[in-house]
């Protein structure tokens, strides 16, 4: 397997010396789907922010190659209000400089992996909040991610919506077989989507690297032994601490 | 009933006005009956009506120029600590200076034969400033996380300007011209006091001057019509926030 992150060393301190990460080291596999959980304010935000190129690290290596492309799903749907469905989704590509055509296409495509093709005139106003969190995904997807970040995308929202989009993530995953990484607070949902769970303590370190073997995702992994096993361990790693459960 | 009443109310208030002018013999030069006024309008509506056109070319100059140097401006500070910190304290030295005490300044030093562009810098200095900073709210308030997008996109500053900062700050910068344009209209009317007789001929000149011969009904006419411009700028602003922000912002549930 080839890698598409290697991350050494990583530290980060802010300005007011509130250490978030400590030597954090891993590799990200490419085409792997890794959750990470921790408490709030364990650094899980900053890695990913870090990896994206949106901060700089106090200290240590990340080694990404130069040509990958990122996609980024934030907590909020971060959608331009004036712009419909389509143009919000198509705005990166247009600001990179594609030609019209390739832009089409792409949206379009992208629109159609969350399912939202009829509704690429909307406003974002007319949205629920969880076509709203597709609309956001679909334009991390439009620009052909090979690393897709998504920092507690689907947190915000209503648990049903939430599971359907797991699923639905799943199913995209597999066909556009992207690196994921994915930040949560919520270990059901780390456990059922990713294939690897890293679990940072509260002072920034990367505390347990967890692997879940099952290839299944349905409803009965949801009520395999393996799965509440796996659960429970997450949840034992993070030391009960509430604010991760 | 959005226009009914305020209609009655109106038309209550011409009559109570006309009746009580009537029954108490005022004299005409001191309060003139609405019906004198109406006269005075229609007797002297071309040169009224010139003098409008004087007023309203005035305030549309300086408005035009108090939009675009505004937003200009607020994009050079978002862009430049350094000029900011540079300009800011004169600007706000212009603002905060009364522009009747400058007023006389500007037409001496443009001179007394360019009366109309010194009346134009006039009305400009008293509606630039809320442009200025209504833009800059706007787009200093613009979501973080909306930059994080442009910035992971690669976007350039002008791509981030047009495609998120401006857009975004369209509702404050808007909500800057109304402001602006009713004071731009306050700035030409005290340009003309100022500016004084001779070249000067807009409706606040033709206000003095009818005041001076005691025509308080022209007088009232002549005011008439500056509110009324003052009613039909501000109404037009509204309409052009409804055009523009209707559909998607949330001033407009």
Known sequence: ?????????????????????????????AGSFTAIVGPSGCGKSSLLRILAGLQTPSSGDVEINQDTSIGYVFQEPTLLAWRTVFDNVALPLKIKGLDKQLIDTRVTDALALVGLVDRQLALPRELSGGMKMRVSLARALAQNPDVLFMDEPFGALDELTRLKLDDDLLDIWRRQKCTILFVT????????????????????????????ESDTRNEAFRSSPEFHATRLAITQSLEHNREAV | MRFTLPLLVGFALIGFWEWIVGFLAIPIFVLPPPSEIAHALIENFASLMASLFVTLSVTGFAYFWALIGGVALAILFTRSRFIELSLAPYVVTLQVTPVVAIAPLILIWVGFENTNRAMIIIAWIVAFFPILTNTLQGIRSVDNGLHQIMQLSGAKWW?????????????????????????????????????????????????????NRLEIATMFAALTLLSLLGIVIYYAHSLVEWILLRRWHESFN
Not at chain 1, 4 to 28: C, H, P, R, S
Not at chain 2, 160 to 177: C, D, N, Q
């Open chain 1, 185 to 212: 607070h919520t270990v059901s949902e780390a456990t059922y989507l990713a294939e690897r769970v890293l679990v940072m303590s509260s002072d920034g370190q990367l505390k347990d690297d967890i692997k879940i």
């Open chain 2, 159 to 211: 791509q981030t300007l047009i495609y998120l900062e401006l857009p975004a700050a369209l509702p404050s910068i808007l909500t800057g011209a109304k402001i602006s344009g009713g004071l731009a209209l306050i700035g030409a009317v005290v340009a003309e006091f100022v500016a004084g007789s001779g070249t000067s001929t807009g409706l606040a000149w033709r206000i003095i001057e009818a005041g």
């Open chain 1, 1 to 29: 397997m080839s890698l598409a992150i290697k991350v050494t060393n990583l530290n980060m301190a802010y300005a007011d010396n509130i250490e978030v990460l400590k030597g954090f080291t891993f590799a990200f596999e």
